[in-house]
């Protein structure tokens, strides 16, 4: 992962709450999360505005309640020519809804 854009997409085809957690070995990257929905004419939704993560944050987690069918689209930015190693998981909860 050295230099380059790391796109991660979790597809949502129902109703429920995205869990999700990243780690990324050296840090020092940029994160951001949005929401991107199937329907035609739908707005994209800024879940976490993308932004610096620094070596004291060693897990990156959050939610998102969907309340329609379409896509988390998460980002990380590795400005730096250091290779970077991420691991993530996610799980839907359908249940929250």
Request: charged share 25%; hydrophobic share 30%; glycine share 8%.
């Amino acid at each position: 992962m050295g230099s380059s854009k790391h796109t991660i997409e979790f597809p949502v085809t129902e109703k429920c709450t995205l869990v999700w957690e990243a780690r990324v070995t050296g840090w020092d990257v940029s994160y951001g999360a949005e929401f991107v929905p199937s329907a035609e004419g739908g707005y994209t939704i800024i879940i976490e505005k993308s932004r610096k993560v620094g070596a004291n944050e060693t897990v990156i987690s959050n939610t998102y309640k969907a309340t329609e069918p379409g896509k988390v689209v998460i980002t990380f930015d590795n400005q730096s020519s250091k290779k970077k190693k991420l691991v993530y998981r996610s799980k839907n909860k359908h249940s929250d809804c």
